[in-house]
């Protein structure tokens, strides 16, 4: 059972549309990070969200931490085929040291 | 030098033979890790070091070695793998474990590992 939850798992759609991306867990976290990983390639940081209800824009992507920090989404505004990778959320939970990733959404921006 | 660097980028090695994964950051990040990414799969991890001490080890099998001769270096020490051992694996280090910070973890580009 994967402790974090992202929906959907795949996602195509044209260049110049919005999506949004959902991370959900019955856990508390600490913080939530967004990660952004290429073919080939580790995974990089895009946001670290702390306080719950916070909101984080990075240009054309909105990231937001639910109240109860048991929750995030991330929301690109017109998508861009750059944009394409596997987008993975991943928290530690509160007295431990582990970051666990959760299960990725995998998007693919059609030009 | 804000990177983390892994080598090989790519291995092939026998059931019987013994090789080594090697990483490196000169970031002045205290906490280092090991991860294991299968593919389509997200990454999941194997073990964390911090100031050059393992403090976590989940449950990975004795043919997995790990070894933090510096706080720059993090080694991975392979031993009698077996074929569903290949992947992906990642190396990433942090200002302190745990979240690492608002900077978060930074990842090497990894070692993509076949066991034959």
């Known amino acids: 059972t994967q402790l974090l939850e992202q929906s959907p798992q795949f996602l195509s759609i044209q260049e110049g549309e919005n999506l949004t991306v959902y991370c959900n867990s019955s856990s508390v976290f600490s913080s939530l990070q967004w990660y952004r990983q290429e073919p080939g390639e580790g995974p990089v940081l895009l946001v670290t969200?702390?306080?719950?209800?916070e909101v984080k824009k990075l240009k054309r992507l909105t990231f937001q931490f639910g109240d109860a920090r048991k929750d995030s989404s991330l929301h690109i505004t017109a998508a861009q085929p750059g944009d394409t990778g596997l987008y993975l959320c991943a928290g530690v939970r509160d007295s431990s040291y582990k970051l666990i990733f959760g299960s990725g959404t995998r998007l693919l921006v059609r030009p | 030098d804000t990177e983390v660097t892994q080598t090989p980028k790519h291995l092939v090695m026998g059931m019987t033979n013994k090789k080594s994964l090697k990483c490196e950051q000169h970031m002045g990040h205290r906490a280092m890790y090991w991860y294991k990414q299968k593919a389509k799969k997200p990454p999941e991890l194997m073990f964390v070091?911090?100031?050059?001490?393992?403090?976590i080890n989940e449950s990975v099998p004795s043919r997995f070695s790990p070894e933090c001769p510096n706080s720059s270096l993090l080694n991975l020490h392979l031993h009698a793998l077996q074929p569903e051992d290949s992947a992906l694996y990642l190396c990433?280090?942090?200002?302190?474990?745990?979240?690492?910070?608002?900077?978060?973890?930074?990842f090497g580009s990894g070692t993509r590992l076949t066991v034959v």
């Open positions: 070091y911090s100031y050059e001490k393992l403090s």
């Open positions: 969200v702390v306080t719950g209800g």
């Open positions: 990433a280090s942090s200002q302190d474990r745990g979240t690492g910070g608002a900077g978060g973890y930074t």
